[in-house]
């Protein structure tokens, strides 16, 4: 788990001590991955970004940490807080796929066990009962509600199977 996710953690006055050209090199490769050095940080990524103010480093400070070739990129919240609304994607003039890199930075810090706290959670509790949450009995009479119908979760659990999604760590 790292420790920045959700507390905001600021890279301000970080020094970086590497630049791994291969990481760039392996971004490139991913889904939406391209020639990175195509962004020239016009920002307007950033600017349209619903979650610009929840985040410790802007979306196009991603962009440039990956073309520095920076791993650390994937300790920033910016990966995981992405709404996936693919407005810093269709603002971007150098039309770069940047929520598709999302993405793929996403399963990259994933399999590097660098996930949000609760994520790996949810996700078992996904599988197990099909939802992300489990409300009472009282809390659905509350609110006047019928009870929850039945939810197969045959088709839940072929899904995950089908996408390897809980086998992803132990693949890493």
């Not at 985040?55 to 992405?82: A, F, S």
């Not at 197969?152 to 390897?164: A, R, V």
């Amino acid at each position: 788990m790292t420790e920045a996710w959700g507390t905001l953690k600021s890279f301000a006055g970080k020094t970086f001590e590497t630049l791994d050209p291969e990481f760039t090199e392996r971004v490139s490769q991913l889904i939406g991955g391209q020639d990175l050095t195509a962004c020239f940080q016009c920002a307007k990524c950033s600017a349209g970004c619903p979650v610009s103010d929840k985040v410790n480093v802007q979306i196009h400070e991603v962009m440039r940490m990956l073309v520095l070739g920076l791993p650390e990129v994937l300790d920033t919240d910016m990966i995981w807080l992405c709404t996936t609304c693919y407005t810093c994607q269709e603002r971007c003039p150098q039309g770069i796929d940047i929520t598709d890199i999302l993405f793929g930075l996403k399963n990259m810090a994933f399999k590097r066990n660098k996930t949000p706290q609760g994520y790996v959670s949810s996700r078992q509790q996904l599988y197990d009962t099909g939802k992300l949450y489990q409300p009472t009995d009282w809390e659905r009479e509350d609110l006047g509600l019928d009870t929850v119908p039945h939810l197969d979760l045959d088709e839940t659990k072929k899904m995950f199977e089908k996408t390897g999604l809980l086998k992803l760590e132990e693949d890493d």
